[in-house]
Each structure stands twice: as structure tokens, then as C-alpha cells.
């Protein structure tokens, strides 16, 4: 059966081309996402994390193979346009030998670090997940390739890694910031240099009501900022575009709150 497409959200921004902003794919089906940049054409795909799911691995092998509708949808991309991927929370346990899988579908990884592409920088910032299971694994050598409890049951504190980030502002040119988790911008993104940031991760709140308050449609509940978010979908501040995500990972069902994809361009 074909999953239901994601609708297609479009914000006219200030930008050298067009791009796409996926987030939150979740090993789902890759096709109807595909099927709509075939369509649409964008110049550059952005990939902000959450691409795999990061249930504990079921078996001896890599994790990433767990995840084939991951690999196709990013071999998909790269063979449409120049694309570009950030690590998310789900993205936490990846070894260097998947994330060489992940490099060899084409695309750009960004993993606290970024690449230069026709006058723009465009920098990824991982999930603090990600180091802090690096920190884990080096801790627990020799215990087997991938984690017996899971990175949440960790408590601690998160703080990303953001000593690239000095270095990534003061590149020349357009600067795109790949960044899953938007509770991060408030916290270490905003006051800096940065044309347009893109995130995820929140599912659009899960279900989205209206806010007589507000006058637009906010979210229930965020990971990372808990009951009535204020960061879940949407244009903020003229440069945080948030997507909510290709798909649901949890049995509460999304309610209001269609599966989306996301397109920038300046028209
Ligand atoms: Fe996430």
C-alpha cells in the first residue's frame, strides 16, 4: 500500500536558490517524498536529521542496513540534486562504518562541520546525542558496536558540540545551517551569523490546535520543550525554518498535523 503523501509547504525567503527541507523521514517510504522532488526540482535538498529510526539494532550487523528505505531515499536524493545531511537524535548510535554507508548513497554528510556549494556555506550541527554516545562507546570499548541500554536512559545533560561553529560564521558567503533540533536556536544559534537555519524533530507538536491567543495553529507537545511548544512548524524570526517532519514514530497518532515537506525559494 502507498503511503499518503506529505503536503508541500512553501516559503518564499530570501536565498541563492532553491531548496528543499527534509526532516524526520524515519526509514519510512521513500517513494511518495521522491515522487514530490521529481516534481518540484528543487536545487539543493536538505536533509535535517531523523532520517533512520533509533530503536536499539536487531541483530549483529550495522544499523544504517536496518534502515534501507533510509539508504534509498538518500541515494533517491543525491541522484536528483546536491544534497545535504545532518545528524538527528536517531542518528545517535551510527559508527563510523555506517555513516561510510551513509556518505556512499552521494550525498554531503554534515556532522558538526560544513562544505561550500555554488557561493554558500552550509554547515550541519548534530544532535548532542550523537557526541554524547561517542563519549559512551569510547567509555564502554569492547562491550560490542552498538549500546545495550538506549542514548535516553544516558540523563545527561545535552549540549552539543558547538566549538565548529566560530569557525563556520565566519565563511564568506551564504550561510545554511542544518540543525535538527530547534530548541538549540534560542539557545545557541540566534545571535549568531547565520542566514537561515532548518530544523525538525518536532513532529509539528503532534497535534495542532488553534491558539485563539496566537491566531495560528500551534503544537500539544515537543521532545526538548515539553507542553505547548512555541517552536514546531513555521518561519521564525525571518530565518528558522521548521519542518514538521515525513512521518509519525510514536502510536499516538498526529492529529491536525499532516506529514511535510518543505520548499524555500526566493519567488
Ligand atoms: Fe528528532
Known sequence: MKTKSPIETHYSLPCPCSMVLLADFHNSDPEPVLDS???SKPEIITIAGDFIRGDLPKGKGLKIKENMPAVELLRGCAALAPTFVSLGNHEYMLSDADLKVVQSTGVTLLDNSWAAHR??????????????YRDYRKQHKGEGLYPDIAIYDLKKKQIPRLDWLDAFEQQEGFRLILCHHPEYYPLYLRERKLDLIFSGH???G????YSLLHRETRGVYAPGQGF?????????????VISRGLSNTVRIP?????????YISNN
Open 37 to 39: 522532488l521529481r516534481k
Open 119 to 132: 557561493g554558500m556555506i552550509i554547515g550541519g550541527q548534530s544532535s548532542a546525542y550523537c557526541h554524547m
Open 202 to 204: 518536532c513532529h509539528g
Open 206 to 209: 503532534q497535534w495542532r490546535y
Open 228 to 240: 505547548f511548544p512555541k517552536l514546531t512548524s513555521g518561519v521564525h524570526d525571518g530565518k528558522l
Open 254 to 262: 498526529r492529529i491536525n498535523n499532516p506529514t511535510e515537506i518543505v
